[in-house]
């Protein structure tokens, strides 16, 4: 008789469950042990191991698979049980190790593969294969398709948060803490009494007034600058929606803007400037013809600007002439710096306020929420549990399901925040997405790609460009050295039918199987695949805390950018006044809704995982794990980089500072 020593590690506080006993039988390649009964007769969340010798007639080689069964006990041992690992040392002293970190609900037998994904080598067993066969069915079962409307990503289908699986639900403290922040968030923010005020702002001191209930360093900046031209620019690169902006080589034809209206000195002409790469343009063409909302039975309006910018000398980026409306004619005249301060203001506003929608809904919605779900639900779909691709980017979907069907119900459904009481909610904001969606392209999404396509490599103090473009080089290391360990030549890639699925789901199921997208159907190298799946995790971490992190600095006070606006776009130069904006702006209970809601949507949770932080420790092998630390390292470089370089700034930029990045999307 031989003795194999069996460790099981259960959940920590997050993860706490009760006490359960359960039964494991190990399987090798020269056979299997018996079903032996054992027990965690300890709280689950005081994280200590059980660690039980499971007697064998005979030494069972190379251990494969392990099979748990969690005993159905009428009084004890009914509630979900939380493993995180397993460890096995075999008589001879070799040890094996099972990385789970899955809940167990049920009595079934669950087939847990060793975790060294020896199934991507030559080397296979009936019993690994039926392992990996079990697990995609049970996920299959349990993560299907469903789709909000035609022409959207597709996205998990659920009735209620209690019918997610506990695998991707909040854990007991982050849920505890949605609601209560839920709650509270207007109480917190000192807005309850304002939030079912229905009138309109009288001055501009009295929305100070609202705001000075709660205030950030930054917003504090916007409040004070947001009339400033300099900063009105400077959004465009650093604020929260970086995505709009290009080099302009050459006018468009719906925007006939002259050297006369721009240059009045004659000391310089757009053609000039635009061959020294000067002139820069922001087209939200994709709002023409989108239905605004009404808002308590009041029409509201939103337009489809055109903003050209202009590079000056000592490095600002200056708005130069602005047209809120695609067709050119003359009831949509070219607002210039030059016209009368509250012609500008108001132009300024109405583009700010098309900034927002774009930026909810496309940059932030589309771009990072949607699309991480459609990686996140099509990993869980076809990648096996010991896959290195699912140990890789198990980290980076954490809570995005859910935090997702919650924006479904709360935010985009038809009694959610944005439909109440953004310009683009309800019709408006399908259009949008559906807008958004067909015109998205694989190479938008590879931030080096995005910025060479649209021309911005040298704009200077674009500091989104700069520390995303780091950020994008040390995810891809880390993921190149991970990928290529376990994948030693492009026909490993080739040959790998879970991975062929995954990108073959995330082809049809997110992107709609739209060739023109140039998402790939399947992948060919491995230099494809890394690419791919650096994009994956750049995506739902630092690409969304780009466009999320900052929203109550740049959006908190409301007239730099307004959710809605009640008058339609000024057709005449020379009319309007501070009465015109403030007729204009969002009415109060509008803006408080607003205000608690980006205010929510910034805030960080206490549980929150950074960038390269993986407390799961889902890789077995020295070289993954020495990748690990060597990205760790990396990440606190760049974080030291960007604080020294913060230091000299009027306006510090921290939303890809790593130490701000979470691994996914989460909030």
């Not at 605004?292 to 055109?306: F, K, S, T």
Request: net charge negative; glycine share 4%.
């Amino acid at each position: 008789m031989v003795d194999y020593s069996v460790t099981i590690y259960t959940g920590d506080a997050a993860h706490c469950s009760t006490f359960h006993d359960f039964y494991i039988t190990l399987v090798g390649t020269d056979g299997r042990s018996d079903c032996k009964k054992l027990s965690t007769w300890v709280p689950s969340f005081t994280q200590n191991p059980y660690t039980h010798n499971v007697e064998c007639t005979k030494p069972l080689g190379e251990l494969l698979v392990i099979i748990i069964q969690k005993e159905h006990h009428l009084v004890f041992s009914k509630g979900p049980w939380f493993v995180a690992k397993v460890e096995v040392r075999s008589p001879m002293g070799d040890i094996y190790q099972f990385p789970i970190y899955k809940w167990i609900t049920d009595s079934k037998d669950h087939y847990f593969q060793e975790g060294s994904a020896k199934f991507l080598s030559q080397e296979k067993h009936n019993i690994t294969e039926l392992c990996w066969t079990i697990d995609l069915e049970e996920q299959q079962a349990l993560y299907c398709w469903d789709q909000l409307k035609d022409g959207l990503p597709h996205n998990m289908k659920a009735e209620s948060c209690s019918s997610l699986p506990l695998d991707v639900r909040f854990y007991n403290i982050k849920e505890l803490e949605m609601v209560y922040t839920g709650a509270i968030a207007l109480l917190q923010l000192k807005l309850s009494e304002w939030a079912e005020h229905k009138t309109k702002w009288t001055n501009i001191e009295d929305i100070k007034h609202l705001y000075c209930c709660h205030r950030t360093e930054i917003s504090d900046y916007v409040c004070q600058n947001w009339q400033d031209d300099s900063f009105f620019g400077y959004q465009f690169l650093n604020g929260v929606n970086p995505m709009m902006i290009q080099c302009c080589k050459t006018l468009p034809e719906n925007f006939q803007v002259t050297d006369e209206m721009v240059f009045k000195d004659g000391n310089q002409s757009l053609t000039d400037e635009m061959k020294k790469g000067n002139i820069f343009l922001c087209d939200y063409k994709m709002l023409d013809g989108v239905k605004a909302n009404v808002i308590d039975g009041e029409q509201q309006y939103l337009v489809a600007p055109l903003v050209l910018l202009h590079k000056t000398p000592d490095d600002k980026l200056m708005p130069i002439a602005i047209q809120l409306k695609q067709i050119p004619a003359e009831d949509n005249p070219i607002f210039l710096p030059t016209d009368s301060r509250w012609d500008w203001l108001l132009a300024k506003t109405f583009v700010r306020n098309a900034d927002f929608n774009m930026h909810e809904l496309s940059s932030h919605l589309l771009r990072t929420h949607l699309l991480a779900e459609v990686f996140a639900v099509a990993l869980l779909r076809h990648i096996p549990m010991m896959h290195p691709l699912y140990k890789l980017l198990m980290p980076h979907s954490r809570y995005t399901l859910m935090i997702n069907f919650l924006a479904r119900k709360l935010l985009i459904s038809e009694d959610g925040v944005f439909t109440k009481f953004a310009s683009s909610g309800g019709e408006g904001m399908i259009t949008i997405l559906r807008k958004a969606l067909s015109s998205m392209t694989y190479r938008s999404l590879c931030l080096p790609d995005d910025i060479s396509d649209r021309g911005l490599e040298d704009v200077p103090n674009f500091f989104y460009r700069d520390d995303g473009l780091k950020l994008w080089n040390i995810i891809y290391s880390f993921v190149k050295g991970t990928l290529q360990y376990y994948y030693k030549s492009d026909q490993m890639v080739q040959e790998d039918q879970a991975l062929q699925q995954w990108i073959g789901d995330i082809y049809s199921k997110g992107f709609l199987s739209e060739k023109n997208t140039g998402i790939p159907m399947r992948f060919d190298t491995v230099d494809e695949l890394v690419k791919f799946v650096t994009m994956v995790i750049f995506t739902g971490s630092a690409q969304h805390s780009a466009v999320n992190t900052g929203q109550y600095d740049f959006i908190g006070w409301m007239p730099n950018t307004p959710m809605t606006l009640k008058c339609p776009p000024p057709s005449k130069k020379g009319e309007a006044t501070e009465e015109t904006l403030l007729d204009t702006l969002p009415s109060i209970d509008v803006t408080v809704h607003g205000m608690a809601t980006v205010w929510l949507l910034s805030k960080q949770s206490t549980d929150a995982e950074c960038l390269g932080y993986y407390p799961e420790q889902r890789f077995i092998e020295e070289v993954p794990l020495n990748n690990i630390k060597v990205f760790q390292e990396q990440l606190k470089e760049l974080s030291l980089q960007i604080e020294d370089r913060n230091k000299d700034l009027d306006l510090p930029y921290t939303y890809l500072d790593p130490k701000v990045v979470e691994n996914s999307v989460s909030v």
